[in-house]
């Protein structure tokens, strides 16, 4: 079994910053990539963010140039850097560790991340 715990969220004003960070534990091993999607008050899941543990990343177009994922291996733990927040930006956002050995995604609790004046 893999745990993700999430934390970092909260209120931000328009143009703030926040940086999420999501813990991973367990078994580990097989976890080819983790990131962040979120899903926004009456609308569908998307995904925010996505670093393998090749360190590539790939980033929703919304999103591109204002945040940042980034990894600490030596924590497992994994980060989600956010700049120039948007009203538009509030959601709960979600971490997830995707393992193909054995086809499974795993998610965190979520967290609220809400911008506004």
């Known amino acids: 079994q893999v745990q993700l715990v999430e934390s970092g969220g909260g209120l931000v004003q328009p143009g703030g910053s926040l940086r999420l960070s999501c813990a991973v534990s367990?078994?580990?091993?097989?976890?080819?990539?983790m990131g962040w999607y979120r899903r926004a008050p009456e609308k569908q899941r998307d995904l925010v963010a996505e670093?393998?543990?090749?360190?590539?990343?790939r980033y929703a177009d919304s999103v591109a140039g204002r945040f940042t994922i980034s990894r600490d291996s030596a924590k497992n733990t994994v980060y989600l850097q956010m700049n120039s927040l948007r009203p538009e930006d509030t959601a709960v956002y979600y971490c997830?560790?995707?393992?193909?050995?054995?086809?499974?995604?795993?998610w965190g609790q979520g967290t609220q991340v809400t911008v506004s004046s």
């Open positions: 997830y560790a995707d393992d193909n050995t054995y086809d499974r995604v795993y």
């Open positions: 367990g078994s580990i091993f097989s976890i080819n990539a």
């Open positions: 670093i393998t543990t090749g360190g590539s990343t």
